[in-house]
Nanobody, 123 residues
Framework: QVQLVESGGGLVQTGGSLRLSCVASGRTFSSYAMGWFRQAPGKEREFVAT???????YYADSVKGRFTISRDNAKNTVYLQMNSLKPEDTAVYYCAGARTGGISVVTPAYDYWGQGTQVTVSS
């Protein structure tokens, strides 16, 4: 069983930056695709970014050019660097892992989920 623990959320002003981290347990982290999703109040969980085991990345249009996903397999950690934050980025951000390893943008493709970390962007 893989456990994912997110950190790095908080309150930031419009235009500010945050870096989210997600630490995974288990020895097969490097073979997983890792993703970030977010869920705002009253809305469905939506895809933000993903990185495959080959480090191919893919982003939602709404964050492209502002967010960067990366991974450090030696630390079993995936990061989400968020720059130029907007109030509409406010949400609970979830880390997810997929055993398939390839690009996945839908929640059913992911096998493991963290508990989430709150990101609030004030205007």
């Amino acid at each position: 069983q893989v456990q994912l623990v997110e950190s790095g959320g908080g309150l930031v002003q419009t235009g500010g930056s945050l870096r989210l981290s997600c630490v995974a347990s288990g020895r097969t982290f490097s073979s997983y695709a890792m993703g970030w999703f977010r869920q705002a109040p009253g809305k469905e969980r939506e895809f933000v970014a993903t990185i495959t085991w080959r480090r191919t990345t893919y982003y939602a249009d709404s964050v492209k050019g502002r967010f960067t996903i990366s991974r450090d397999n030696a630390k079993n950690t995936v990061y989400l660097q968020m720059n130029s934050l907007k109030p509409e980025d406010t949400a609970v951000y979830y880390c997810a892992g997929a055993r398939t390893g390839g690009i996945s943008v839908v929640t059913p493709a992911y096998d493991y989920w963290g508990q989430g970390t709150q990101v609030t962007v004030s205007s």
